[in-house]
């Protein structure tokens, strides 16, 4: 079985470019038989949930999705609660929010959004510091644009419990973990980039990371930080599956840029 994981396609912010269309191509010529989406689909929910109906019925196989932190924006202040949106994403039947899938016998896929907990921040600042999202004048949107009503360090706690519960229940089983936070320090963005040491706390978890080695999890696929990434560490392959803005490909070429988001396991 040929599955494929793409994230952060935005295609909202994409609108001039044929993704859609482009990844079905991809998946068409790589015989892929499901497709993982990590996030970051648009930066509406309603955007979100039609895109991933016009990606479904482009691609012709499952696509199971995890929202990323844009999905969850709610700019217009229309809902003011992102629990509210995230129980709508969780309602949808390709959504791994609230379900694991079995694939073989022997082979279950699971999902979360994550959030962060500033495990990746710079351990000079105090939790205080984190807690406001701006330095610099520079925002952390996120705290403007998703109302959790609660701290981002308990949110991250309940997505963490939830993913051991998950873990928990495919017990003897290989699994593939989706989210859209990053869950090792090799991923964050480099230091050397100014205000990062401060922003990398907003990225993801060391906890994800240490659960699935933990539950020796076989792959872990993300998006959220832009830079397409591998590292195999502690028995769990890592990759880094974000399409990213069209401001920051690489090349002129769609087809290029998908073909290296995309990643493609065999099981
Ligand atoms: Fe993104």
């Known amino acids: 079985m040929r599955i494929g994981a793409i994230s952060d396609i935005h295609l909202d912010v994409n609108i001039d470019y044929p993704i859609i269309k482009t ?15 990590a996030g970051d689909i648009s930066n509406n929910y309603k955007t979100t949930l039609s895109y991933l109906e016009q990606l479904e019925g482009a691609v012709g196989i499952p696509v ?3 929202p990323g932190n844009h999905d969850m924006w709610d700019r217009e202040g229309e809902i003011k609660d992102a629990r509210k949106i995230y129980e709508i994403y969780a309602k949808q039947s390709g959504c791994l929010c609230n379900k694991n899938v079995v694939l073989k016998k022997d082979w279950s896929i699971i999902g979360s959004i994550g959030w ?5 921040g710079d351990p000079g600042y105090t939790i205080e510091a984190f807690e406001k999202r701006e330095k610099n004048k ?3 949107q996120d705290c403007i644009m998703v109302q959790w009503h ?3 360090r308990q949110f991250h706690k309940r997505m963490r419990d939830d993913l051991e519960e998950k873990l928990l229940a495919c017990e003897g ?3 593939i973990a989706l989210t859209h936070m990053i869950g090792t320090a090799e991923f964050k963005v480099p230091d050397t980039r100014p205000d990062w040491d401060y922003f990398n706390a907003f990225l993801g978890s060391r906890e994800y990371g240490e659960l699935f080695e933990k539950y020796h999890v076989s ?3 993300m998006g959220h930080v832009h830079y397409r990434k591998q590292l195999i560490k502690n028995g769990v392959d890592y990759r880094c599956v974000c399409l990213n803005y069209h401001t920051e490909w690489q090349s002129n070429d769609l087809a290029e840029e998908v073909a290296s988001a995309i990643q493609i396991i065999e099981i």
């Open 219 to 221: 792959y872990h696929f």
């Open 138 to 140: 520079r925002i952390w």
């Open 173 to 175: 089983k290989n699994v």
């Open 64 to 66: 199971y999705f995890v």
């Open 116 to 120: 962060y907990d500033y495990s990746f």
């Open 150 to 152: 609660e701290s981002d």
């Open 23 to 37: 990844i079905q191509n991809y998946t068409k010529a790589q015989n892929l038989e499901i497709l993982l989406v």
